[in-house]
Nanobody
C-alpha cells in the first residue's frame, strides 16, 4: 500500500488549508489513519486520527478546535481540514495508517502506524 499526502502550501496566519491522504493498493476498511507533523529540529507530533469503521476522531492538544479529520469512503481518502492556521503549525505533515484498530491510548504513538506517506509541507507566515 502507498499513501499519498497532498495539499500543503504557503499560507498566512489565520488562513485555512485542507490536506488529503489517498491510499493506493489497498482500500481502507478496518484501518486506523492518522496525521502527524514534524517541524525542523523537533520530534514527530501527533495531529489527528480516525478509525475507518467510525467513532470519534482524536486530536492533539495543539490543534483541537482548529483542525478536523474526516474521510471519504468512495475516494478512499482521509482529509485534514486546518483552520485558523498559526506560524507554529509550520511543519511537514505526514499521513499514516495501520490495517487494524489502534487503541485510544496509543493513537498518538507513531510506532503503532505501519504505512507512511511522503509528507506535504505546510508553511504559515505571520
Amino acid at each position: 500500500v502507498q499513501l499519498q499526502a497532498s495539499g500543503g502550501g504557503l499560507v498566512q496566519a489565520g488562513d485555512s488549508l485542507r490536506l488529503s491522504c489517498t491510499a493506493s493498493g489497498r482500500t481502507f476498511s478496518g484501518d486506523t489513519v492518522g496525521w502527524f507533523r514534524q517541524a525542523p529540529g523537533t520530534e514527530r507530533e501527533f495531529v489527528a486520527a480516525l478509525r475507518w469503521t467510525g467513532g470519534n476522531p482524536y486530536y492533539g492538544d495543539s490543534v483541537k478546535g482548529r483542525f478536523t479529520i474526516s474521510k471519504d469512503n468512495a475516494k478512499n481518502t482521509v482529509y485534514l481540514q486546518m483552520n485558523n492556521l498559526k506560524p507554529e503549525d509550520t511543519a511537514v505533515y505526514y499521513c499514516a495508517a495501520r490495517y487494524n484498530r489502534i487503541i485510544a491510548s496509543q493513537l498518538d504513538n507513531a510506532a503503532m502506524y505501519t504505512y507512511w506517506g511522503q509528507g506535504t509541507l505546510v508553511t504559515v507566515s505571520s
